[in-house]
């Protein structure tokens, strides 16, 4: 069971001191199973494990149908019959009200933990001084074979795994078989379809608690990744690095094979393709027409049978099809400009603008005239040139051949 100290201010539930907190999940393992290689901190405690793996269970439960190996084992187990801590969601049950409370916490989605340093928050005292190594570079536990350390006891145990090649958790439903028994739990719920984690506000649930808690913040609109660059924030560390890919770096490392133009994303370059391919993907229920965007077959089905909603500006109202079409315009409105230049001070309202822009401090030059090999850093510059390009080479053509 997950156990926590609890601050010593307890009106200050986000300030704790490392020392003070006693991780039980954490400590040195040194007395190792040879059967499941699960590992223990005392060797009293193996030898009680080890009489799981015998098939003499010879203690059972009066209340239910479970058997146990040890008296130890089932006098714990007849007391959670009894006890008075009860989880009101999933009925589980607890030896004492703390551990009952911080199991509490997996279905609202608190973390009362914050780090200082980063602003990431924890449900779990242990997680988050396991957290804090991060920032301090502590790595107490050091493998024997390697030189290798690592700020937790349980990454430890499993780097082992590396030297031995061992993989002690085995899927029953097929061949896969796992180093951790926490990847083995997830990877069954694979087969059984299982989400545990529900969200108390509306009906979804997850089968990671990661996913519950990344959901939870659609309700809290908490966004704790903020761009160092500019006053974006997002509630997924993906989206921030997406974000950062996007608006404020010059990396492009696809290109296009027909044009030779780069890209910054493996999606837009697809998107890109179907120009050249003249695909349309997107075909309308109602009638004959197709597209080649998702967003055009939106805005087809509103504009020509009236399928889907219209956002509305509560400004000016003028409608838009597209959600992200209307905030990137009420930012006008408002004067909003959220993309910085890391070049220079100026700001503006949609990334593209923003990257328009820095292709004045790049000297990328990605538009190259087909009839002349002349290269420019933008789009509508290369399309002025081909139009007095082409309009030449056809003079010359008609002189050459009158």
């Known amino acids: 069971m997950d156990t926590e100290a609890d601050s010593t201010d ?4 986000f300030e704790i001191k490392t020392e003070d907190i006693t991780e039980h999940d954490d400590k040195p393992r040194p007395y190792l199973c040879t059967v499941c290689n699960v590992q223990f901190t005392k060797k009293g405690n193996l030898n009680e494990h080890k009489l799981t793996h015998s098939k003499e269970l010879s203690y059972s439960c009066t209340q239910c149908e479970k058997r146990f190996s040890t008296q130890r084992y089932l006098t714990y187990h007849m007391y959670l019959h009894s006890t008075k801590y009860k989880c009101t969601e999933c009925g589980k049950c607890f030896n004492n009200n703390r551990n009952l409370a911080v199991h509490r916490r997996s279905h609202s989605g608190e973390k009362p933990f914050e780090c200082n340093v980063c602003s990431k928050r924890f449900t779990t005292a242990g997680n988050f001084v396991k957290h804090s190594r991060i920032h301090s570079g502590e790595k107490p536990y050091k493998c024997h074979m390697c030189d290798k350390a690592f700020s937790r006891s349980g990454d430890l145990n499993t780097h082992i795994r590396v030297h031995t090649g061992d993989k002690p958790y085995k899927c029953h439903m097929c061949d896969k078989a796992f180093s951790q028994s926490g990847a083995l739990s997830t990877h069954i719920r694979v087969h059984t379809g299982d989400k545990p984690y529900k969200c108390h506000m509306c009906d979804k649930a997850f089968s990671l608690s990661e996913h519950l808690y990344t959901h939870m913040r659609v309700h809290t609109g908490d ?7 500019c006053n974006k924030s997002f509630s997924q560390s993906s989206s921030l690095q997406s974000h950062k890919r996007h608006a404020h770096s010059n990396r492009r490392p696809y290109h296009c094979p027909y044009c030779g133009k780069l890209f910054k994303t493996n999606s ?12 349309k993907t997107y075909s309308c229920r109602h009638c004959s027409e197709r597209f080649t965007w998702l967003n055009q077959l939106k805005s087809h089905l509103l504009k020509s049978h009236n399928e889907g909603t219209w956002f509305t500006c509560h400004i000016c109202q003028k409608k838009f099809s597209r959600n992200g079409t209307l905030k990137t315009h009420v930012r006008r409105h408002e004067g909003v400009k959220p993309y910085v230049c890391n070049h220079c001070p100026k700001r503006f309202y949609t990334a593209s603008e923003l990257r328009l822009h820095q292709s004045v401090h790049s000297d990328v030059k990605q538009f190259c005239c087909s009839l002349c090999d002349k290269s420019f850093k933008r789009a509508d510059r290369v399309k002025k040139h081909f139009k007095r390009c082409s309009d030449n080479f056809s003079d010359v053509y008609a002189v050459l051949f009158s």
């Open 10 to 13: 307890k009106s200050q539930p």
């Open 223 to 229: 966004k704790p990744y903020k761009c160092s660059l």
């Open 268 to 279: 837009q370059l697809k998107r890109h393709v179907h120009i050249h391919t003249g695909a």
